[in-house]
T-cell receptor, first 109, second 118 residues
Framework: GIQVEQSPPDLILQEGANSTLRCNFS?????LQWFHQNPWGQLINLFY???GTKQNGRLSATTVATERYSLLYISSSQTTDSGVYFC???????????FGKGTSLLVTP | DTGVSQDPRHKITKRGQNVTFRCDPI?????LYWYRQTLGQGPEFLTY????????KSRLLSDRFSAERPKGSFSTLEIQRTEQGDSAMYLC????????????????FGPGTRLTVL
């Protein structure tokens, strides 16, 4: 199946700092989503972005499908941004999302 | 839009018992998915329904697992003869899809059912 690698695995930031999370994938994709998993386990949709660039407030994402990677940018981080960020991709062979292992982000005051 | 709901939120059972989980998708969504997440890992796909038809199953879904979506609305996931290795968070997701379309779309996740097998 399609492989998804996320980096870095862990990240500690001071409030107000910016960060970039990366997702590499091993094959062509027709679906790519970024999620934030909060401390209670709820997966919150951030972006549906199989290609191109999107922005939502302090968050933005870019996917370069031809080079098989996606980036999630967090600007002016806040303590509420803490949690695990997952990249998930879908291949042309089905509807399942294949998740990476996530980036665990801690934003300190 | 009330979101995807799952019941129960937590389940503790003894090894060898059967358990059943329920998922209610977002009301107009015709696609429903089950995933399993263990500690420190990303969710892993188990199975997919389009309306009432189960169209895709992962090899993770052993013969002790069965899923149904009888009327194309809510879904149940049953685990028979539970084992300690079944302890995990079971997540349900739904998406809108489109009648006659084969394309992917945004999946929305429920809060999950946390299963602990003693």
């Amino acid at each position: 199946g399609i492989q998804v690698e996320q980096s870095p695995p862990d990240l500690i930031l001071q409030e107000g700092a910016n960060s970039t999370l990366r997702c590499n994938f091993s094959d062509s994709v027709n679906n790519l989503q970024w999620f934030h998993q909060n401390p209670w386990g709820q997966l919150i949709n951030l972006f549906y972005i199989p290609s191109g660039t999107k922005q939502n407030g302090r968050l933005s994402a870019t996917t370069v499908a031809t080079e098989r990677y996606s980036l999630l940018y967090i600007s002016s981080s806040q303590t509420t941004d803490s949690g695990v960020y997952f990249c998930a991709v879908g291949s042309n062979s089905g509807y399942a999302l294949n998740f990476g292992k996530g980036t665990s982000l801690l934003v300190t005051p | 839009d009330t979101g995807v709901s799952q019941d129960p939120r937590h389940k503790i059972t003894k090894r060898g018992q059967n358990v059943t989980f329920r998922c209610d998708p977002i009301s107009e969504h015709n696609r429903l998915y089950w995933y399993r997440q263990t500690l420190g890992q990303g969710p892993e796909f188990l199975t997919y329904f389009q309306n009432e038809a189960q169209l895709e199953k992962s090899r993770l879904l052993s013969d002790r697992f069965s899923a149904e979506r009888p009327k194309g609305s809510f879904s149940t996931l049953e685990i028979q003869r539970t084992e300690q290795g079944d302890s995990a968070m079971y997540l349900c997701a739904s998406s809108l899809g489109g009648l006659g379309l084969a394309g992917p779309d945004t999946q929305y996740f429920g809060p999950g059912t946390r299963l602990t097998v003693l």
